[in-house]
């Protein structure tokens, strides 16, 4: 039987783990307060501002009840405004408040950073093998 720290799967999922330790660590010592999760959220609604919440977990892989939690300590935090959608109250209206944008415009620059450290080493012929390694392996899964 073959050892896990051998097998391809056990690698990326430690670096996947490694590398988000890594970036809440980064934004923490930035003096930002909202995590991995909660910037990918934001990031996100900024590039895709009228998303449904139902795509957006799908984007940023959580199910719909850990995406509601998100939005719901993104809005008690000031970084989002929920308001009732016009046409079907079972949806809602998301809005980066002034707040969220200037969060987004700082952390963006403190994740291009971290991101650098964590691909040090890392060439870009080599980066578009690995992502097209792993655009394979998601299709081959699909």
């Not at 097998?7 to 490694?18: D, G, N």
């Not at 795509?55 to 989002?80: G, H």
């Not at 080493?121 to 992502?131: L, M, R, S, Y």
Request: aromatic letters at 8%; glycine letters at 2%; proline letters at 1%.
């Amino acid at each position: 039987m073959e050892k896990l720290n051998s097998v391809l799967f056990y690698s990326i999922e430690k670096a996947i783990k490694t590398y988000r330790q890594f970036a809440q660590k980064e934004l923490k010592k930035a003096g930002l307060t909202i995590t991995v999760d909660q910037w990918l959220t934001l990031k996100c609604l900024f590039d895709n501002p009228d998303i449904s919440q139902k795509e957006l977990a799908e984007m940023v892989f959580k199910d719909t009840a850990s995406i509601t939690r998100i939005i719901d300590l993104l809005v008690n935090a000031r970084y989002l405004k929920k308001t009732a959608h016009k046409e079907d109250k079972r949806k809602s209206n998301l809005t980066i408040t002034e707040h969220g944008l200037e969060t987004i415009e700082f952390a963006e620059k403190v994740v291009e950073n971290y991101r650098k450290v964590a691909l040090k080493g890392i060439g870009i012929a080599k980066e578009d093998h690995v992502n097209a390694v792993m655009k394979t392996i998601i299709n081959n899964c699909q």
